[in-house]
């Protein structure tokens, strides 16, 4: 069963679609960040919020808490979520992107470039004369630490480029147990052990089915020198806790990326302004009527939902806002989600006044730009 929901802006008091944040960006000596350093290790993982173990990796006290944390981060600039990582002891894959690709920019010969972006493919795949995060989920990119992994209440999760997998017996080992025997992983041989796919990535073996306008629309506007990267997409997000509980939620991002020449002639990331405009997107998400005991009642409601123009008011090398649409799910899968329609506008300053990234699909009459 499918209900239409029309929303024409985002209001706060919605239950049906939650706006994340549209972080305002501001010098990092206008905020304040307070944070209470915790201890590291595993015998303390399960005493706070969140903690940093000794390999680096976060250790979440509920599944709550490591949505909670996600949420608060998808608000932050650039700035302060550094200085929250700091204040733990922490090193996001996200911030070792950026130091990577600070390194790539540095670099004074083509040669040197190629070897830095080389010594970091379990970081960074490179598509054409592009160099990409490997795992495009920015909220799971927030929260991953080196090999990707994170922990929710004894569960550990390893994220890869479109899929999480989680083992309850909170052993890395068994999820690289289940990596080397991926038919026997799918085919449920490894007790305790879940692959959740949350994008169709080239792990996928569907990706080949399009649905609609699949999950991720992405187009480019460039001048000679400067180029944006504007993108939607949309994701199963998923977090397993204790005892065999396990949660979904449907997310959808918008994000902007800003480029330059080097003197190499290779696009590298910059820091510059952004703003979109006309964004609108329509997608099926979960509507939870209830809770039998075991788990969520829900059904497929299907959201229109328009988002009103904005910039980013700063200059960065990223910028974007995040949502969650419809309802949380406990204990029951949710489908992949894909945009039925999707379109809108983005631009940098680099590109210029008119130099405008089209995402268009789905609008039968076109998308008015």
């Not at 990092?28 to 005493?47: C, H, M, Q, Y």
């Not at 996200?94 to 390194?103: C, H, K, L, P, Y």
């Not at 997000?237 to 918008?254: N, S």
Request: glycine share 10%; proline share 4%; aromatic share 8%.
């Amino acid at each position: 069963m499918h209900v239409t929901s029309s929303i024409r802006t985002v209001l706060a008091s919605s239950a049906l679609v939650l706006l994340l944040g549209q972080p305002a960006c501001a010098p990092e000596n206008t905020s304040t960040i307070e944070v209470t350093p915790l201890p590291s290790g595993l015998p303390d993982a399960r005493k706070g919020e969140v903690l940093v173990d000794a390999q680096g990796a976060l250790h979440f006290a509920s599944p709550q808490a490591f949505f909670d944390q996600i949420d608060a981060l998808n608000a932050m600039t650039a700035a302060e979520m550094d200085a929250w990582e700091d204040g733990i002891g922490f090193v996001s894959e996200r911030r070792r992107f950026e130091e990577v690709m600070a390194e790539v920019a540095a670099a004074e010969t083509e040669a040197e470039a190629d070897a830095i972006l080389s010594a970091h493919q379990d970081l960074i795949e490179v598509i054409g004369d592009e160099a990409r995060p490997r795992i495009q989920a920015g909220g799971y990119r927030s929260v991953v630490g080196p090999d990707g992994v994170f922990h929710v209440n004894g569960v550990v999760h390893k994220v890869l480029p479109s899929r999480v997998i989680s083992a309850e017996d909170g052993r890395i080992e068994t999820i690289e147990a289940a990596l080397a025997a991926p038919e026997a992983a799918a085919a449920g041989a490894f007790a305790g052990v879940n692959v959740v796919s949350y994008a169709r990535g080239v792990e996928d073996d569907s990706s080949a089915v399009a649905l609609g306008c699949t999950d991720r629309r992405e187009a480019f506007a460039s001048t000679s020198d400067r180029k944006v990267e504007f993108t939607l997409s949309t994701s199963r997000e998923y977090c397993a806790g204790c005892c065999g509980t396990y949660y979904h939620r449907v997310r959808v991002d918008l994000q902007l990326e800003g480029y330059k020449k080097n003197w190499l002639g290779k696009w590298v990331s910059y820091d510059t302004a952004y703003e979109h405009q006309n964004v609108a997107f329509k997608l099926d998400a979960p509507r939870v009527t209830g809770f039998n005991g075991v788990s969520s009642s829900f059904y497929y409601d299907s959201y229109s939902v328009s988002i009103p123009a904005g910039s980013s008011n700063c200059d960065a090398k990223t910028w974007g806002i995040s949502m969650i649409v419809g309802d949380q799910v406990q204990n029951a899968s949710i489908d992949e989600p894909y945009f039925t329609r999707v379109k809108g506008q983005g631009k940098s300053r680099g590109t210029g006044a008119g130099t405008w990234a089209n995402i268009c699909c789905g609008y039968a009459e076109g998308c008015g730009f």
